[in-house]
């Protein structure tokens, strides 16, 4: 087994989440981050698949600097080596951004069997991000996957479809998206966390580290923008009681369901 490369995201834990009204973006600094829950699951696999089969696990991530801190999580976890994508130039990336600029990063470390994904990030939420990249880089594609075996250079991958799963099976390299919680990912061992802090090195790619023309990347590279932004509110309960003869009770009603459309 060659690389395994892990694309992990980065995302505000949910308590935590919030968007600037002004800018219409999300706010990721002065808030609690986490390793996407998908992603984590993507990295136990990885190691797991490791573990049988050899290989090298990558993490790859893309955001502001201070992802770095997390990646070291991973890494503490028993990931080999991480790279982190960031650079102005990256700000305000649509999903195809992303994943062209993810892709052009994944071309460039190469020497790879997998490239696994969580099956959707927590704050974008689109679920687009594995398929795009399976088409930019011309790979078979398996999504919601929860099982995975690897017999040489070929892969045997279990996938949840509605109301039930199929089983598929392909060569290498294959991107695949792995279902949230189908395994409980592995606690960051302290003397290796204590080693990443102190001493690990991330490499850091900024967009002249890649082959990708910059207009392909960041809001300059995406075909979407965010227009306006509406926060939802619950409908609190109006408790209203209505008095009166039946008939007039039922008029009543009949007012204040009109009043809601
Ligand atoms: C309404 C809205 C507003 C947004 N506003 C902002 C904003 O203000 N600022 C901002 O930075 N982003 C913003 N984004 C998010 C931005 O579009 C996403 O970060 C990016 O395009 C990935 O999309 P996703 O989160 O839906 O990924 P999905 O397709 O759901 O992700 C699937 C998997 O792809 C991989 N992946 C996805 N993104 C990355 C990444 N960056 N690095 C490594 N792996 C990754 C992970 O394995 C992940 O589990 C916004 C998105 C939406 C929908």
Same mark, same amino acid.
């Given at each position: 087994?060659?690389?395994?490369?892990?694309?992990?995201?980065?995302?505000?834990?949910?308590?935590?989440?919030? *968007?600037?009204?002004?800018?219409?973006?999300? &706010?990721?600094?002065?808030?609690?981050?986490?390793?996407?829950e998908?992603?984590?699951?993507?990295?136990?696999?990885?190691?797991?698949?490791k573990?049988?089969?050899?290989?090298?696990?990558?993490?790859?991530?893309?955001?502001?600097? *201070?992802?770095?801190?997390?990646? &070291?999580?991973?890494i503490?976890?028993?990931a080999?080596?991480?790279?982190?994508l960031?650079?102005?130039?990256?700000?305000?990336?649509d999903t *195809?951004?992303?994943?062209?600029?993810?892709?052009?990063?994944?071309?460039?470390?190469?020497?790879?069997?997998?490239?696994?994904?969580?099956?959707?990030?927590?704050?974008?939420?689109?679920?687009?991000?594995p398929?795009?990249?399976?088409?930019?880089?011309?790979?078979?594609?398996?999504?919601?996957?929860?099982?995975?075996?690897?017999d040489?250079?070929?892969?045997?991958?279990?996938?949840?479809?509605?109301?039930?799963?199929?089983?598929?099976?392909?060569?290498?390299?294959?991107?695949?998206?792995?279902?949230?919680?189908?395994?409980?990912?592995?606690?960051?061992? *302290?003397?290796?966390?204590?080693?990443?802090?102190?001493?690990?090195?991330?490499?850091i790619?900024?967009?002249?580290?890649l082959?990708?023309?910059?207009?392909?990347?960041?809001?300059?590279?995406?075909?979407t923008?965010?227009k306006?932004?509406?926060?939802?509110?619950?409908?609190?309960?109006?408790?209203?009681?209505?008095?009166?003869?039946?008939e007039?009770?039922?008029?009543?009603?009949?007012?204040?369901l009109?009043?809601?459309?």
């Open positions: 087994m060659r690389n395994i490369i892990v694309c992990t995201k980065i995302v505000p834990k949910a308590e935590d989440m919030n *968007f600037d009204p002004e800018t219409k973006t999300m &706010k990721r600094s002065g808030v609690e981050n986490q390793i996407n998908a992603d984590k699951n993507a990295i136990e696999l990885s190691l797991k698949i573990e049988k089969n050899g290989g090298r696990v990558v993490l790859l991530s893309m955001g502001p600097p *201070f992802f770095e801190q997390y990646l &070291k999580i991973g503490a976890m028993g080999d080596d991480a790279i982190l960031s650079d102005r130039l990256f700000a305000g990336a *195809f951004a992303t994943s062209a600029t993810l892709a052009a990063a994944i071309r460039k470390i190469g020497d790879y069997d997998l490239v696994l994904c969580g099956e959707e990030t927590s704050d974008g939420g689109t679920g687009q991000v398929s795009q990249l399976a088409e930019l880089l011309d790979l078979p594609q398996m999504l919601f996957v929860s099982e995975v075996d690897v040489g250079n070929n892969l045997k991958a279990k996938r949840t479809i509605k109301g039930g799963y199929e089983i598929v099976e392909s060569g290498m390299p294959a991107i695949l998206s792995i279902e949230l919680g189908i395994n409980q990912p592995r606690f960051p061992d *302290f003397k290796r966390k204590r080693w990443a802090d102190k001493e690990f090195s991330l490499t790619w900024s967009a002249s580290s082959e990708i023309k910059p207009e392909l990347t960041g809001t300059s590279g995406s075909y923008i965010v306006r932004l509406t926060e939802y509110f619950t409908h609190q309960r109006q408790r209203i009681s209505v008095e009166g003869t039946a007039q009770q039922a008029n009543k009603i009949m007012e204040i009109r009043e809601y459309g």
